[in-house]
Nanobody, 124 residues
Framework: QVQLVESGGGLVQAGGSLRLSCAAS????????MSWFRQTPGKEREFVAA???????HYADFVKGRFTISRDNAKNTMYLQMNSLKPEDTAVYYC??????????????????WGQGTQVTVSS
């Protein structure tokens, strides 16, 4: 069974940084888009950033210039470097992988594989 496991969440002060990791097991996603989403209580899960099979990067407007997504296919791992964190970035962050290869999508319904989530809390 395919597993995506996030790590790196935690508590940080506003203006600080965190680096999230997402390790995939059982299969490789080198030909698939992988993304980060986030969710707060009572709100829909929202797109944060995506990295395609060709290393094209895509970001939600609210993280542009602050977050950087990357992937290491040799390690089957994806990362999210989060800088200049704000209290409104507080959420559970999920990594996801698209089942269909060589497709760029930011819609959560298109992602078949999800991690369990990691909590990021930014204090003011």
């Amino acid at each position: 069974q395919v597993q995506l496991v996030e790590s790196g969440g935690g508590l940080v002060q506003a203006g600080g940084s965190l680096r999230l990791s997402c390790a995939a097991s059982v299969r490789t996603f080198s030909r698939n888009t992988m993304s980060w989403f986030r969710q707060t209580p009572g709100k829909e899960r929202e797109f944060v950033a995506a990295v395609t099979w060709s290393n094209s990067l895509h970001y939600a407007d609210f993280v542009k210039g602050r977050f950087t997504i990357s992937r290491d296919n040799a390690k089957n791992t994806m990362y999210l470097q989060m800088n200049s964190l704000k209290p409104e970035d507080t959420a559970v962050y999920y990594c996801a992988a698209d089942r269909i290869s060589m497709r760029l999508t930011t819609k959560k319904r298109d992602y078949d594989y999800w991690g369990q989530g990691t909590q990021v809390t930014v204090s003011s």
